[in-house]
């Protein structure tokens, strides 16, 4: 936890309510987000028991296993999420825009927009994952055979779950994240996931205070968990009944449809709050404004949806159980690069966020007081436009004689320090000569340089492309390193057909 955020969990405590760490939304937030509320049984792996899923508060629909444990409701419960998660993927790939490439010689075509999945929590994120690998595998035909929807929506499930691990992606948010990347609250980071406590320190009801919203929404019977684990006493007494009740009516249907019906209402109970709480929550990210480096992640995000819809209309087949030794080297040094580039561009779009860097030395603010913006460097073969400033600050500055720094009100200029003079009144004299970021010639067009008086942020944090690691083709992987990757990523073939393995009878999946 960072000195900030403590010292702002600190004012939640004393103000009663949750205090803002961020002054702009640092993620994408859709028009229209596609919103899942899951439940799974209790003691049970990744069993689906019922979902609430819809792209408007108003258009939530209920599906429900009432016998998680029988292997046809829990697919067929896959194939009733498929049609509804899979025509909404479908309806961003109408219209795609053209994206210039190898500096604007060529051009690469993308979809205009794509879509982004919210889930109250990172358990969420977690069932979706493995609810993407129990299904991706399965096949249409043969024994065991499933609706052909149902290995398609694992495999998007297992792309969203992916994006997911990507710092700066807003494919699939969980809502706790979302929210406790911009407020800090008077509770623990465990307390912090859950959705109903959180939202009570961030936006509590009128003449209540965070913290005494926080311990309301602790009782379950007024707010019921937001998934996907449910209320062990909700279980025992309620739920287990009522399944028990649907269960005995096989040879009534009458009997069962009414069931089926009581079932479905406590569900719904369950999950309709954790639903109003998701688009509470919407409201609340909506009203903040987009950060300036928001858009470009998102571009990613489209990139990325674009490429694996090309890859699916090929025929491209689903995503391995496993990573090879390369492609799991590749995937890491591309989720540290997006990491990297992720914490920099939140503090160039965010001063609270460059706050934390200044008291670590990395960044410091203070006033230009002379600047050069004419000074020409000839020492070279040829002249070359170098202006200089004086920064006059009072914050500590950290970095030595040469460091180069960067503004984020000019992210393409570097800032080579020439001097550093501490003044007996605490004040600290910094002289940058400056490249980049000011065209070709030798006069720098208005507004490039820094003027006196102008107040300036200067950080050794760069927002400049990080290139990619190099790293060995597939075949010539070392054999210390497992030898060449596995040719087939899928799994073998399992007894009497079913690719998830287990024999006769319901097979054995791999849920986790």
């Not at 009581?262 to 569900?267: D, G, T």
């Not at 995503?319 to 580039?341: F, I, N, Y």
């Amino acid at each position: 936890m960072s000195t900030l955020r403590a010292l702002a969990k600190a004012r939640a405590v004393a103000a009663g309510v949750a205090q803002p760490v961020a002054t702009v939304r640092h993620l994408h937030l859709s028009d229209r987000p596609l919103v899942l509320v899951p439940l799974a049984m209790a003691g049970e792996a990744n069993a689906p028991l019922a979902a609430l899923v819809g792209a408007a508060p108003e258009e939530g629909r209920l599906l429900v296993v009432p016998q998680p444990r029988n292997r046809d409701q829990r697919f067929a419960f896959a194939a009733e999420l498929a049609a509804i998660v899979l025509p909404h993927l479908d309806s961003f790939r109408g219209v795609s825009e053209a994206v210039p490439v190898d500096r604007g010689r060529d051009v690469r075509y993308r979809y205009v927009d794509a879509p982004q999945l919210l889930v109250p929590n990172p358990a969420g994120v977690t069932f979706l994952r493995l609810f993407g690998r129990s299904t991706r595998f399965r096949r249409p035909d043969g024994d065991y055979p499933v609706h052909p929807s149902v290995p398609l929506l694992g495999r998007w499930l297992t792309f969203f779950a992916e994006r997911a691990e990507h710092p700066g992606s807003a494919a699939l948010v969980a809502m706790t994240e979302a929210l406790t990347l911009h407020w800090a609250t008077g509770q623990s980071a465990v307390e912090d996931l859950h959705l109903p406590a959180l939202l009570g320190w961030i936006d509590p009801p009128a003449g209540s205070t965070g913290a005494e919203a926080a311990a309301r929404a602790e009782d379950p019977s007024i707010c019921p968990p937001a998934g996907p684990a449910t209320d062990p006493d909700f279980d025992n007494r309620r739920l287990a009944a009522a399944m028990a009740a649907y269960a005995g009516t096989e040879d009534d249907p009458v009997a069962r449809a009414g069931a089926y019906a009581e079932l479905a209402r406590l569900l719904r109970d369950q999950l309709a709050p954790t639903w109003e709480l998701m688009w509470r929550g919407v409201g609340l990210l909506r009203a903040l404004p987009p950060g300036a480096r928001v858009a470009g992640r998102w571009d990613g995000d489209k990139d990325a949806f674009t490429g694996y819809a090309e890859h699916l209309d090929a025929g491209g087949g689903p995503q391995p159980r496993r990573d090879g030794a390369v492609a799991a080297a590749v995937r890491l040094h591309r989720l540290e690069r997006a990491l990297a580039s992720y914490a920099v561009q939140r503090a160039y779009d965010d001063p609270l966020v460059m706050a934390e860097h200044r008291l670590t030395g990395e960044a410091f603010v203070g006033d230009v007081t002379l600047a050069d913006p004419k000074r020409v460097d000839d020492s070279g073969k040829r002249p070359v436009l170098r202006p200089r400033i004086q920064v006059v600050t009072t914050e500590p500055v950290a970095v030595p004689v040469g460091a180069t720094l960067y503004s984020p009100a000019r992210p393409a200029q570097k800032a080579k320090v020439v001097f550093l003079t501490s003044g007996a009144d605490g004040k600290t004299e910094v002289v940058l000569e400056l490249s980049g970021g000011m065209g070709r010639g030798l006069t720098a067009p208005p507004g490039t340089v820094p003027e006196v008086g102008e107040r300036l942020c200067l950080t050794t944090l760069s927002d400049a492309y990080l290139p990619a690691g190099n790293f060995p083709a597939a075949e010539e992987t070392p054999w210390t390193h497992g030898g060449p990757p596995a040719t087939a990523s899928e799994a073998p073939a399992a007894p009497d057909g079913d690719p998830a393995g287990g024999g006769a009878g319901d097979p054995a999946e791999e849920w986790s």
